[in-house]
């Protein structure tokens, strides 16, 4: 204990004291951004600074006030109490970073005791002799996770060590040896899924640093060298699937949005800064440009088609930190990148309330509560943007690729098109990597697939329509939350068959898929059989489908069908879930047409008239992927009849 600072204890004035001398001390590479150009959709009127700032802040409180004190039991003592799942989680000590970054900004001594409580927790706990620390304590031993709370430990002394006493400051370093030790041993390529060593890349060079051993340095840009080998000619990351290197029938990758954009590549880009790595720097680079194409205008990833889309919320993925370190740090490369990652966090603003990061927009109102997981690591990349980065004053924010109306994109190595025509803004998919999770059975919920809209956005209506997992599942247990006694289902638009088991579009791997320019916009056709989710066909020859996606800039149009012997006791529907929250009016005008007042206008749907919509239900339907309320519009059909849906947006002023 240093003498200076009874029971570990600062004084506010030198608290203070102590920040501003951290800050005269910051390191170099510091990002400069240049001044941006073009004009993009208006959001919060909050400086970046103070944004990220407020919100951090704002988040750490609602960690603090669920931290248990009250208790004096060292299974409890320090843990953070996660509010959905009534349970510690096991990574939760990687709240020290964002902890002692507040309190080094606010001068604050309570964020200092709460880092150091939920530390104590962590040693407690989850950390074991060899060095590692576990995923949880009694839910799972998976021992990869060191790597992040290495970073996070490693962050924290090197922004934030003088907060702390002399004792503190010197058990954690001790700490962090034996975890960089253990992971020297642990880690390789093959290790977990891709996120992992792409991690440790920055796992070892931080950790190196603190500790002064060049030893880990070398580590790092050893492994890093094989992680570059990872990217396909487009740009992604892959590895999230096993084998890491492995190509599916069609020639796919396994590539999972969330994690790279919040998690590889942040890490990856602070590495390569680092280390002074320019091959990683500019592969990292290259790779951002194209994760970009996929965050729509309101902020959000559209990760509908990803490998680990189980933990897909409408703001990025459940356990991985976010994106605003990477995109931050490589924002001298690209005036762009700066506001991927401000978009991203005002999206993220928006889902915040009770002081915790909600898993989507509609959870709160549907009654779900929020996992306090998705809150800390989100938190830890906050605090690394704010310590990293800097955010000079300018004129007028850049539009992102899918603000603008360009037609079509096609992604052959996640079997991935992206169409923006008018504006609308879609994605079509018949991606069929199918992910893996060995550490439990799975019945095989999982992304969709077969030719689907897995998303349609409108620029002035947001989201309209989304993927979710083909069927909910806990693919890991304890990183996911249970589904309530309330209703539930897949929001993705599907044709469905039940006969004994549920057949749809969705779960169709060998879908053919055609993607193509017209004078409309784009149009899309699918061709294949309706599967189960363990990709099943029914019995005999089975039922074949037919769907077609047009997308003007008037309307979205579907044209869809299925063909073959339907049993007699088989029922055969097209679903379209509507997103619309509990405050958006929903009208049946018809049998035929449907209409849901929005904030900024009306969404049209109808049906040709040959067909009817099923009375709506009086309640939301619900998914917590990606954590939305939707209304589902049924249409019976029968086998060899095409039924036409269209969407079209209006004014609200003319209802």
Excluded at 124 to 149: E, R
Excluded at 403 to 413: H, V, W
Excluded at 624 to 646: N, T, W
Aim: hydrophobic share 40%.
């Amino acid at each position: 204990m240093s003498p200076r600072h009874p029971q570990g204890k600062l004084n506010r004035r030198e608290m203070l004291r102590l920040s501003a001398a951290a800050v005269a001390a910051l390191p170099t590479n510091r990002v400069f951004v240049p001044a941006i150009a073009h004009a993009a959709p208006a959001s919060s009127p909050l400086p970046e600074n103070q944004l990220y700032s407020g919100l951090l802040k704002t988040w750490c409180d609602g960690l603090i006030a669920r931290q248990i004190v009250a208790m004096r039991d060292p299974a409890f003592y320090g843990g953070l109490l996660c509010p959905a799942c009534a349970l510690i989680h096991g990574r939760c000590g990687d709240a020290v970073y964002p902890l002692l970054k507040v309190a080094h900004t606010t001068g604050d001594e309570k964020y200092v005791r709460a880092a150091k409580l939920v530390y104590e927790w962590s040693e407690a706990q989850v950390s074991w002799p060899d060095g590692s620390w576990i995923n949880d304590v009694t839910l799972g031993h998976w021992q990869g996770i060191t790597v992040f709370h290495s970073i996070a430990l490693a962050e924290a002394l090197t922004h934030h060590g003088a907060v702390l006493d002399t004792a503190t400051r010197s058990a954690w370093t001790q700490r962090l040896a034996a975890a960089i030790q253990f992971l020297d041993h642990f880690i390789s390529i093959e290790t977990g899924n891709v996120n992992y060593p792409a991690t440790a890349t920055l796992a070892f060079v931080l950790g190196g640093q603190v500790l002064g051993q060049s030893h880990y340095i070398d580590r790092g840009r050893k492994l890093a060298q094989r992680v570059m080998e990872q990217f396909t000619p487009e740009g992604f990351l892959f590895g999230e699937g096993h084998p890491l290197d492995g190509v599916s029938p069609k020639g796919c990758r396994p590539v999972d949005l969330g994690y790279n954009v919040e998690e590889s590549l942040p890490a990856l880009a602070l590495y390569s800064l680092l280390a002074e790595d320019k091959h990683v720097e500019q592969q990292v680079i290259a790779a951002l440009k194209t994760h970009m194409e996929f965050l729509l205008p309101d902020g959000s990833w559209d990760n509908s088609w990803g490998t680990r889309n189980y933990k897909w919320s409408w703001w990025g993925s459940r356990t991985s930190d976010g994106c605003q370190p990477g995109y931050l740090l490589m924002a001298g490369h690209d005036p762009r990148f700066r506001e991927v990652a401000r978009r991203n966090t005002e999206l993220m603003a928006v889902c915040t309330e009770d002081s915790l990061l909600y898993g989507g927009p509609d959870y709160k109102a549907h009654g779900d509560l929020p996992c306090i997981h998705h809150t800390f690591p989100h938190a830890k990349a906050l605090a690394s943007a704010l310590d990293r980065g800097v955010f000079p004053a300018v004129s007028e924010r850049p539009a992102l690729p899918r603000d603008e109306p360009y037609g079509i994109k096609s992604f052959p190595s996640i079997g991935t098109h992206l169409a923006s025509v008018g504006a609308w803004r879609a994605t079509v998919i018949d991606y069929d990597w199918e992910y893996q999770e060995h550490a439990q059975a799975s019945s095989g919920g999982g992304h969709v697939t077969g030719g689907t809209l897995s998303s349609l956005y409108h620029m002035a209506l947001g989201p309209i329509l989304t993927a979710s997992m083909t069927q909910y599942e806990l693919i890991e247990i304890s990183n996911q939350q249970q589904e309530r006694a309330a209703p539930h289902m897949p929001l993705t638009p599907r044709i469905e068959c039940i006969s004994g088991d549920t057949y749809t579009n969705l779960n169709d791997y060998k879908a053919t898929l055609s993607a193509t320019r017209s004078s409309l916009g784009a149009v899309f056709e699918a061709h294949g059989r309706l599967m189960s989710n363990a990709h099943k066909s029914m019995e005999g020859d089975g039922m074949r489908y037919d769907v077609r996606w047009t997308i003007a800039e008037s309307s979205v149009e579907l044209a869809a069908s299925a063909t073959g012997q339907l049993p007699a006791s088989a029922s055969l529907q097209l679903i379209v879930p509507l997103i619309a929250g509990k405050g958006e009016r929903v009208e049946q005008l018809s049998p035929q047409s449907v209409r849901i007042s929005k904030s900024k206008g009306l969404l049209i749907v109808s049906i040709d008239a040959a067909h009817r919509f099923d009375p709506i239900p009086g309640e939301r339907t619900f998914n917590l992927v990606p954590g939305f309320e939707a209304v589902p519009l049924i249409v019976a059909i029968q086998s060899g009849k095409e039924v036409r849906l269209r969407i079209e947006a209006g004014d609200a002023g003319n209802t």
